[in-house]
């Protein structure tokens, strides 16, 4: 079955950037969009943006100039770099499958990964 | 963006119980919403699609219904492994939104 783990480290520094990547089993990286997906303490969900192996990608103008999500399909990985992060990026983050450009359906997730921006 | 309001934000309930959340979105979004189960610890799951499209191996009593900006979630008969967090999703147009999620907990 289809599988999405999220790696990285749980803390990094205000003004660094965030990397997280998600390992994907059981199926073809070429299947699905791959996207990313955060949860703020107290917060609701907030996407972040999506690609394809193609290239292919959508972000949430919200996080549009700092972000880039890239696909390495030799390793079905795919990743997250989140720059100049300050402490309202402490979230759990998840990965997840999308299907479409539009991201229509989130139909594969991870369990997500706590990141805390401390110093 | 469009919003997607949710409520009730928490719901305490009984085993058999019938319960209903609801999502208002701030703008017609036709029938684009999408219902997720997520308990704690673990990946949340896609329940319903299309606003009332039973996804594939999900127990017949979730159901969810509505079209434009009110949407509905319904559990005809609430079970123990039902309680968790239930949130509703849009995918009318970019960016993709969330409700802020119902925490239903056993009364």
């Known amino acids: 079955q289809v599988q999405l783990q999220e790696s990285g480290p749980g803390l990094v520094k205000p003004s660094e950037t965030l990397s997280l990547n998600c390992t994907v089993s059981g199926v073809s990286i070429s299947t699905y969009y791959w996207g990313w997906v955060r949860q703020p303490p107290g917060k609701g969900l907030e996407w972040i943006g999506h690609m394809y192996y193609t290239g292919n990608s959508k972000y949430n103008p919200s996080f549009e100039s700092r972000v880039t999500i890239s696909i390495d399909t030799s390793k079905s990985q795919f990743s997250l770099q989140l720059r100049s992060v300050t402490g309202a990026d402490t979230a759990i983050y998840y990965c997840?499958?999308?299907?479409?450009?539009?991201?229509?359906?989130?139909?594969?997730w991870g369990q997500g990964t706590t990141v805390i921006v401390s110093s | 963006d469009i919003q997607m309001t949710q409520s009730p934000s928490s719901l305490s309930a009984s085993v058999g119980d019938r319960v209903t959340i609801t999502c208002q979105a701030s703008?017609?979004?036709?029938?684009?919403v999408n219902w997720y189960q997520h308990k704690a610890g673990k990946a949340p799951t896609i329940l319903i699609s299309g606003a009332s499209t039973l996804e594939r191996g999900v127990p017949s009593r979730f159901s969810g219904r509505g079209s434009g900006t009110h949407f509905t979630f319904t559990i005809s008969s609430l079970q123990p492994e039902d309680f968790a967090t239930y949130f509703c999703?849009?995918?009318?147009?970019?960016?993709?939104?969330f409700g802020q999620g119902t925490r239903l907990e056993i009364k």
């Open positions: 997840a499958t999308c299907s479409g450009a539009r991201c229509y359906e989130l139909g594969f």
């Open positions: 999703q849009q995918y009318d147009r970019l960016p993709i939104t």
């Open positions: 703008h017609d979004i036709s029938n684009s």
